[in-house]
């Protein structure tokens, strides 16, 4: 079965105007009619690092939860944000990045990969006390552009390191838009049978004329968990290209109904989350 994630909290967190909480919160209310298995709805790290965030506690009190079924999912870089996430009932998922650069490492979460792991452990003791789940992204998880070792092995090694740890859910993230089909394939098609008890999922940033032979690549190597937003807004500054931002849920959304899988989305919800994000991004 497919899960969609929207994440609307990679679309806003970088985006130039400041966005009020109200008006984020009438549209992360209609996206939860949507359907989505999922909302990445936002983050709790340094109001300095990331301004846009500083309201994520405000915006969620916000919510209308009652008659969704679609999750929450959080963003944290820290055991700080990870406590004040995991002691809030309406969050399902904690979200960490963990990069395989440590350029990126550093410049995310201003830690050493070694010690990203060591957070990790206690993040995953903290959300095994207070029933959360964590879901780990594995930053430039399709390459590296500080000139750092990349390959598959390295992915493979870092999922292994991740295993006693307990992760259940990985996602790979196409940080700066550097992921092949074939290297997508390549990569599912060697964990996901090579760690069956971890779901692993893709968060891709991509151009316009490029996503549909990447998520095509993803599902056929078995993967059937998707980060997507709407209008395809957000993505990573790093990739210095106008063009590189996430992979437009509603381009997701037409390719299962092509490929005839059903999705059980609320049409009109989604039309409306649709008309909603020209009056958010602005």
């Keep these: 079965m497919i899960k969609l994630i929207e994440?609307?909290?990679?679309?806003?967190?970088?985006?130039?105007?400041?966005?009020?909480?109200?008006?984020?919160?009438?549209?992360?209310?209609?996206?939860?009619?949507?359907?989505?298995?999922?909302?990445?709805?936002?983050?709790?790290?340094?109001p300095k690092a990331i301004p846009q965030m500083q309201d994520t506690e405000a915006v969620l009190a916000e919510l209308d939860?009652?008659?969704?079924?679609?999750?929450?999912?959080?963003?944290v870089a820290n055991l700080r944000g990870?406590?004040?996430?995991?002691?809030?009932?309406?969050?399902?998922?904690?979200?960490?990045?963990?990069?395989?650069?440590?350029?990126?490492?550093?410049?995310?979460?201003?830690?050493?990969?070694?010690?990203?792991?060591?957070?990790?452990?206690?993040?995953?003791e903290l959300c095994s006390r207070q029933n959360k789940i964590l879901v780990v992204y594995l930053s430039m998880g399709f390459g590296n552009p500080y000139a750092e070792p990349w390959n598959a092995n390295i992915v493979l090694e870092f999922v292994h390191r991740l295993v006693p740890l307990g992760i259940k859910i990985i996602s790979l993230a196409d940080t700066v838009g550097l992921a092949t089909p074939a290297n997508i394939y390549y990569l599912f098609s060697e964990l996901i049978p090579t760690f069956p008890d971890i779901a692993f999922g893709v968060h891709l940033h991509a151009r316009p004329d490029n996503w549909e032979e990447k998520i095509s690549a993803a599902y056929n190597a078995g993967c059937f968990r998707f980060d997507g937003a709407l209008k395809g807004f957000g993505g990573c500054p790093m990739a210095k290209d106008?063009?590189?931002?996430?992979?437009?849920?509603?381009?997701?959304?037409?390719?299962?109904?092509?490929?005839?899988?059903?999705?059980?989305?609320?049409?009109?919800?989604?039309?409306?989350?649709?008309?909603?994000?020209?009056?958010?991004f602005v």
Excluded: H
């Design 7 to 46: 994440c609307p909290r990679d679309a806003m967190q970088g985006w130039p105007n400041y966005i009020p909480a109200s008006v984020k919160a009438a549209y992360l209310n209609i996206l939860l009619q949507v359907g989505f298995d999922t909302l990445d709805f936002g983050s709790f790290v340094s």
């Design 65 to 75: 939860l009652e008659n969704s079924k679609t999750k929450l999912l959080a963003i």
């Design 82 to 124: 990870a406590e004040k996430a995991a002691s809030l009932p309406e969050i399902t998922y904690l979200g960490f990045p963990l990069s395989l650069s440590e350029t990126f490492q550093l410049r995310n979460t201003n830690r050493t990969i070694t010690q990203a792991f060591e957070l990790l452990a206690q993040m995953q």
């Design 242 to 280: 106008d063009l590189v931002g996430n992979v437009a849920t509603e381009n997701l959304i037409r390719y299962f109904q092509n490929i005839n899988l059903p999705l059980k989305l609320n049409e009109k919800a989604l039309n409306a989350a649709l008309a909603q994000a020209a009056a958010v």
